[in-house]
Nanobody, 124 residues
Framework: DVQLVESGGGSVQAGGSLRLSCVAS????????LAWFRQAPGKEREGIAG???????SYADSVKGRFTVSRDHAKATLDLEMNTLKPEDTAMYYC???????????????????YGQGTQVTVS
């Protein structure tokens, strides 16, 4: 099985910054996608940033220009630098793993999708 562990969440004032980290371990494929999703209360889970196995990066429009995602393939980590945070960024943030063909921020569920337990980000 694949395990994902997120860290780095917390509370911050609007305009502030946070950095999230995710570590993947276990039975990962040789090539895989890692991404960040988030879910606010009463809303659907949305993909916000991802890095495919070939290094290609994608962002949701809602975070483009404010968030930066980076991946260390050797360490199996995925980081998310979040700047200029807004109250609407408040959500549970989840690290996601999937096969490259499912590396699409609009896809929330697949047979091979794994999510971590999440880390809370609160912006006030």
């Amino acid at each position: 099985d694949v395990q994902l562990v997120e860290s780095g969440g917390g509370s911050v004032q609007a305009g502030g910054s946070l950095r999230l980290s995710c570590v993947a371990s276990g039975d990962t494929h040789m090539r895989y996608c890692l991404a960040w999703f988030r879910q606010a209360p009463g809303k659907e889970r949305e993909g916000i940033a991802g890095v495919d196995s070939d290094g290609s990066i994608s962002y949701a429009d809602s975070v483009k220009g404010r968030f930066t995602v980076s991946r260390d393939h050797a360490k199996a980590t995925l980081d998310l630098e979040m700047n200029t945070l807004k109250p609407e960024d408040t959500a549970m943030y989840y690290c996601a793993y999937d096969l490259p063909r499912y590396c699409d921020l609009k896809v929330r569920t697949t047979r091979t999708r794994k999510y971590g337990q999440g880390t809370q980000v609160t912006v006030s």
